[in-house]
T-cell receptor, first 113, second 113 residues
Framework: QKEVEQDPGPLSVPEGAIVSLNCTYS??????FMWYRQYSRKGPELLMY????GNKEDGRFTAQVDKSSKYISLFIRDSQPSDSATYLC?????????????FGKGTKLSVIP | GAGVSQSPSNKVTEKGKDVELRCDPI?????LYWYRQRLGQGLEFLIY????????KSGLPSDRFSAERTGESVSTLTIQRTQQEDSAVYLC???????????FGPGTRLLVL
C-alpha cells in the first residue's frame, strides 16, 4: 500500500459545479497537509495548507482534514475553466523527516465551459 | 518577488551523456529540495539541502545522481551517463526558515534519447 493514495481521474465537470478531490494516507505521523495545483508544463503551486483536523476555507476553496480516518479533501465551489489543472495532495510528518513532502499522484481536473 | 527559477527549461540528450540541471531558490530560503516527476506519476523526493549540507540523500535513485549547493544559493543536480528511464521533469523547491511550505520552480524537462 502506498503511503498516499489519490484517484488520478481524469475528472471532468461542467462550469459552476462543486468539485471534490480526495486523498487517503496510511502514515499516522503525517501532521501537515497541503494541496498543490499544477498547470500543464508548470511547477506545482501551493493552494492550501492545513495542520489540524477540520475545515479551512480560502475563497472558493475548502480544505478538510480528518485525521481519525486519515482522509483529506479539497472542495472547489463554483468551478471555473481556469481551475482546470492537476491537483496534488502532499503531506509532511512530524518529527524525523519533517521536511520531506510525500505526494499523491495527482488528480487531473477539467472544467468544461 | 522572484520565485524559484530553474534552467534549462528543456533538455534533450543522448543516452550515456552527462547533464547538469540548475536551481536558483527564492532569496532567503534556507532549505532546498529536488524532486523527479515521471509522466503520470507523483513527485519523487530526491534530495534535501539545509544550507549547503545535504542531510538526506536517500531519494537519489543511483550513484549516477549527485547534487551540490553553494551556500544558501544555487544548487545543481548532475546526472551522469544518462539512461532513458531518467527522462522526467526535475523540480526544485525551496522553503523559508522555520516553515514547512515548499515553493516550486517550473521544472526542467529532461528527455534522454
Amino acid at each position: 500500500q502506498k503511503e498516499v493514495e489519490q484517484d488520478p481521474g481524469p475528472l471532468s465537470v461542467p462550469e459552476g459545479a462543486i468539485v471534490s478531490l480526495n486523498c487517503t494516507y496510511s502514515n499516522s505521523a503525517f501532521q501537515y497537509f497541503m494541496w498543490y495545483r499544477q498547470y500543464s508544463r508548470k511547477g506545482p503551486e501551493l493552494l492550501m495548507y492545513t495542520y489540524s483536523s477540520g475545515n479551512k476555507e480560502d475563497g472558493r476553496f475548502t480544505a478538510q482534514v480528518d485525521k481519525s480516518s486519515k482522509y483529506i479533501s479539497l472542495f472547489i465551489r463554483d468551478s471555473q475553466p481556469s481551475d482546470s489543472a492537476t491537483y496534488l495532495c502532499a503531506m509532511i510528518p512530524s518529527g524525523a523527516g519533517s521536511y520531506q513532502l510525500t505526494f499523491g499522484k495527482g488528480t487531473k481536473l477539467s472544467v468544461i465551459p | 518577488g522572484a520565485g524559484v527559477s530553474q534552467s534549462p527549461s528543456n533538455k534533450v540528450t543522448e543516452k550515456g551523456k552527462d547533464v547538469e540541471l540548475r536551481c536558483d531558490p527564492i532569496s532567503g530560503h534556507t532549505a532546498l529540495y529536488w524532486y523527479r516527476q515521471r509522466l503520470g506519476q507523483g513527485l519523487e523526493f530526491l534530495i534535501y539541502f539545509q544550507g549547503n549540507s545535504a542531510p538526506d540523500k536517500s531519494g537519489l535513485p543511483s550513484d549516477r545522481f549527485s547534487a551540490e549547493r553553494t551556500g544558501e544559493s544555487v544548487s545543481t543536480l548532475t546526472i551522469q551517463r544518462t539512461q532513458q528511464e531518467d527522462s522526467a521533469v526535475y523540480l526544485c523547491a525551496s522553503t523559508p526558515p522555520l516553515q514547512e511550505t515548499q515553493y516550486f520552480g517550473p521544472g526542467t524537462r529532461l528527455l534522454v534519447l
